[in-house]
């Protein structure tokens, strides 16, 4: 297993410089093989904090260990990040853009590393779960580096909570979510997110739904209340659309254990999803989805697929 890091994946500034950069993990044995699409990794951290060197864990419960050993090549982004002002010096815009731009790069160059030149597989956590999926809806920031909708081929979201924002936002502003220090993470978010629904909008997954993403497979994963409820949401508004999608509910797993914990608890339910995707895509007959996924685990207290209605939560917390 070989580690290339710091790998610009564009000719800026200086001052940019250390945000236009991702790791590459690959085994050398595999290159010249057959080919997998590329894993590219976005971090989290609330849009302003963190970077790739997040995934730093030990080996033997590394995200990235564990997908090449899985014969995939991983990629670990850096993007630009928010500075808190208003208005913010770099903006959600911004980023979308920088990981687009990484996605071309990895288009033209994860060939050398083992990888295939599309069908990349997006694997956000926390915000950048929202950063991935707006990715994977609002065709614009992959057209602009000459790559669509058609070259993504799924999207694991962890513990994502912000897929339709402007909903997000007006209950972390309305709602007690026994959440330490809500009222100024609200006022950081609306720095970053827009004071606004219709600025809300304007970076919302659920603004961009439609036809171009039905090749994608998304697989939800989520832990906190908060994201177990958003993304039951944005779960029935993929299925209405057609698109195959699948969401886990890990009850005894913490927003950071998606990290640290990846090996242990969280692998599991994506080797059946990742599966599925490169059956889909290798083959003309469409597959059973849903039939060899993994059901209800007990000891992990992991729900497939949550089962309550997105609108009956809302009316029993207004009942609160």
């Given at each position: 297993m070989k580690i290339d890091r710091d790998i610009p994946y564009s000719q800026t500034s200086n001052e940019d410089s250390p945000f236009h950069t991702l790791d590459i993990y690959y085994d050398l044995a595999?290159?010249?093989?057959?080919?997998?699409?590329?894993?590219?990794?976005?971090?989290?951290?609330?849009?302003?904090?963190?970077?790739?060197?997040?995934?730093?864990?030990?080996?033997e419960e590394a995200m990235w260990a564990w997908f090449v050993e899985q014969g995939y090549v991983f990629a670990g982004l850096n993007f630009r990040l928010a500075d808190l002002a208003y208005p913010?010096?770099?903006?959600?815009?911004?980023?979308?853009?920088?990981?687009?731009?990484?996605?071309?790069?990895?288009?033209?160059?994860?060939?050398?590393?083992?990888?295939?030149?599309?069908?990349?597989?997006?694997?956000g956590h926390s915000s950048g779960a929202h950063l991935a999926v707006l990715i994977a809806t609002d065709e614009r920031y992959l057209r602009k580096?000459?790559?669509?909708?058609a070259d993504i081929g799924?999207?694991?979201?962890?513990?994502?909570?912000?897929?339709?924002?402007p909903q997000m936002m007006k209950i972390l502003q309305s709602e007690d979510l026994g959440m330490p220090h809500q009222r100024g993470m609200y006022v950081k978010?609306?720095?970053?997110?827009?004071?606004t629904a219709q600025e809300q909008a304007r970076i919302?997954?659920?603004?961009?739904?439609?036809?171009?993403?039905?090749?994608?497979?998304?697989?939800?994963?989520?832990?906190r209340p908060q994201s177990q409820q958003m993304s039951a949401k944005f779960c029935l508004l993929l299925e209405d659309i057609g698109i195959h999608v699948l969401?886990?509910?890990?009850?005894?797993?913490s927003h950071s254990d998606f990290?640290?914990?990846?090996?242990?608890?969280?692998?599991?339910?994506?080797?059946?999803?990742?599966?599925?995707?490169?059956?889909?895509?290798?083959?003309?007959?469409?597959?059973q989805w849903n039939t060899i996924f993994p059901k209800a685990n007990s000891q992990d207290k992991v729900i497939a697929k949550s089962k309550f209605k997105f609108e009956e939560w809302l009316v029993t917390r207004k009942k609160k």
């Open positions: 595999r290159i010249g093989g057959r080919r997998k699409p590329v894993i590219v990794f976005i971090h989290g951290g609330s849009w302003f904090e963190k970077d790739k060197s997040f995934l730093e864990v030990s080996e913010p010096k770099t903006t959600v815009f911004d980023m979308v853009d920088d990981i687009a731009r990484g996605i071309k790069w990895l288009s033209v160059n994860g060939v050398r590393y083992g990888g295939k030149k599309n069908g990349f597989i997006l694997v580096y000459h790559l669509s909708l799924g999207v694991i979201a962890m513990d994502g909570a912000h897929y339709d924002l978010m609306a720095k970053i997110l827009g004071r919302s997954p659920v603004a961009f739904l439609g036809e171009g993403s039905k090749n994608i497979a998304f697989l939800l994963l989520s832990a969401h886990y509910h890990f009850e005894r797993c990290i640290f914990r990846f090996r242990g608890m969280v692998s599991k339910y994506i080797l059946p999803f990742l599966g599925q995707i490169q059956q889909t895509t290798e083959s003309t007959d469409l597959p």
